[in-house]
């Protein structure tokens, strides 16, 4: 049993897109600003902080994350992947990156960390999502730019490409 | 905005728990997926002075069928049981109620428990363990009791549970025949429901259960019932539900969707 007092600064230590980190964090530090502030990993966005926006939204050990929702503590240990894991190298761009680019699927780019979160997580285990799927995954992000639209087709032609492609899965 | 101060207390057996809980009551606040939580404490609604987070419990993790029963740890995320394969067989109303519960990315790390817990008036899950004539186990260091469901809520956001006590899990009853229906609205799917309703065959008759209306989910039974009938007896429980307005929606509105969805339910159950 381990218990971190709450006025006290605690080791945390995790794994962020295959490289191991380490910072230290009060009990009470939300892991979106343990990312930002002490990782300076600012890919990551920061909306609503109640849950409700997804511009926070990560993969903590394969499940979907607020990370707004979930204590700098509560990961240590664990296997996080955030939106500066997606690009295949410095000066490429992903197949779903490259999706949204093609289709003008962002343009403030509030949401967009968020949403290539979900969309890169679903369409790994989803070879041919519908679009009413897409739509449902979708609900958990708010977009104040787009109207959507163009991120659904982003979505849709990625996915094709991705199964089209079968060894190529990250890279253009 | 950020939570207030506390101490987290990463509990590694269900002993760590029930101490915790024990030693600092209601002082103490379990973290379960913390998808509602999280964000009270982030809105400064809750102030605890402990956190005790009970996501590295194997032992809370299991799903299992006993005989005629289902029983969900405190574990359980709602992404796994929509995941159990036996859900749609064993508990077909949980699998209908059950996508309507938040989003894609709340039901990853959100608890089946944790929502009980939780007791907010519109959310599925308490629907559906009332619907279901569930029961709640709870566990504190001196005993374990099981509460049925409908003496679990107690009103809006408050249960039978006591400071000291875990939600260790649940357990459902798996009913072999019959349909099960669910139906929501909400303002877009995924939001909490304005109403959401279920209703099933009983061996002499019907029942019909309504979330998001009075401050308790609420399953009323009645014999097969038909055309005018059956319309009084929607109109009193409607009625008697003492539908609230608020920013969401007026209660006469309120009223009018479960009169409506409950006419349809029921004739799509006995039909
Ligand atoms: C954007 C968004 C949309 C949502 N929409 C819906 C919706 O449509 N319908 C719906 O029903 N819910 C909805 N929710 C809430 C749902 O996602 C939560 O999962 C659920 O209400 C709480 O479960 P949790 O495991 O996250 O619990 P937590 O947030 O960890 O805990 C909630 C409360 O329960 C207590 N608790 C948790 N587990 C236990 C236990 N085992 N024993 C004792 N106490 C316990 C906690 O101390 C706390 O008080 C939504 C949430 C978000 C962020
Ligand atoms: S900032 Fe986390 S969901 Fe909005
Ligand atoms: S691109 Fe601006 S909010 Fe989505």
Redesign the interface.
């Known amino acids: 049993m381990t218990r971190l007092k709450a006025d006290q600064r605690h080791s945390v230590r995790f794994s962020l897109n295959g490289k191991s980190v380490e910072g230290e964090a009060e009990p009470r530090m939300l892991l979106s600003d343990f990312l930002r502030h002490q990782l300076g990993a600012t890919g990551t966005h920061v909306g609503c902080e109640h849950g409700v926006c997804g511009a926070c939204t990560i993969v903590v050990d394969g499940m979907l994350t607020r990370s707004c929702l979930t204590l700098a503590a509560q990961v240590d240990g664990c296997d996080l992947k955030t939106v500066e894991g997606l690009a295949p190298s410095a000066d490429r761009l992903g197949v779903l990156q490259q999706a949204f680019r093609r289709n003008h699927a962002l343009q403030c780019g509030f949401c967009t960390a968020g949403i290539l979160m979900s969309l890169d997580h679903y369409l790994a285990s989803n070879r041919a999502p519908t679009e009413a799927e897409i739509r449902d995954l979708l609900s958990g992000h708010i977009c104040r730019c787009t109207g959507y639209t163009p991120i659904i087709q982003a979505a849709l032609e990625a996915a094709a490409e991705l199964a089209s492609s079968k060894k190529e899965t990250s890279d253009a | 905005?950020?939570?207030?101060?506390?101490?987290?207390?990463?509990?590694?057996?269900v002993g760590?728990v029930l101490e915790g809980l024990a030693q600092q009551g209601g002082d103490a606040r379990v973290?379960a997926g913390?998808?509602s939580l999280?964000?009270m404490?982030?809105?400064r609604l809750a102030k605890p002075?402990l956190?005790i987070?009970i996501?590295r419990l194997k032992e809370l993790r299991q799903i299992e069928r006993k005989g005629d029963a289902v029983t969900i740890g405190a574990g359980v995320?709602q992404?796994d049981l929509l995941a159990w394969p036996d859900l749609a067989a064993a508990l077909p109303l949980v699998a209908l109620a059950l996508p309507w519960v938040?989003?894609?990315?709340?039901r990853?790390?959100g608890t089946i428990c944790g929502s009980l817990a939780h007791a907010d008036p519109s959310a599925e899950m308490p629907l559906t363990l009332v619907a279901l004539g569930g029961e709640v186990v709870l566990r504190s260091a001196k005993r374990r009791r099981r509460v049925p469901a409908k003496d679990f809520f107690a009103g809006m956001m408050l249960t039978a549970r006591a400071d000291d006590e875990l939600i260790e899990g649940i357990s459902l009853p798996v009913v072999r025949e019959g349909r099960f229906v669910f139906r929501e609205v909400a303002r877009?799917?995924?939001d909490f429901a304005i109403v959401a309703c279920a209703a099933m065959k009983t061996p002499t008759g019907v029942r019909l259960a309504v979330g998001g209306v009075a401050d308790v989910p609420t399953a009323r039974d009645w014999p097969r019932l038909e055309g005018s009938a059956l319309d009084d007896a929607l109109n009193a429980f409607a009625y008697e539900l003492g539908a609230r307005d608020d920013v969401h929606a007026t209660a006469r509105y309120r009223r009018d969707l479960v009169r409506m969805i409950g006419r349809d339910l029921i004739g799509e159950v006995l039909q």
């Open positions: 905005m950020k939570p207030p101060a506390f101490d987290y207390l990463r509990a590694e057996t760590d973290l913390g998808q999280m964000a404490l982030n809105m002075k956190l987070d996501m995320r992404a938040g989003h894609m990315q709340t990853s790390r877009r799917h995924g």
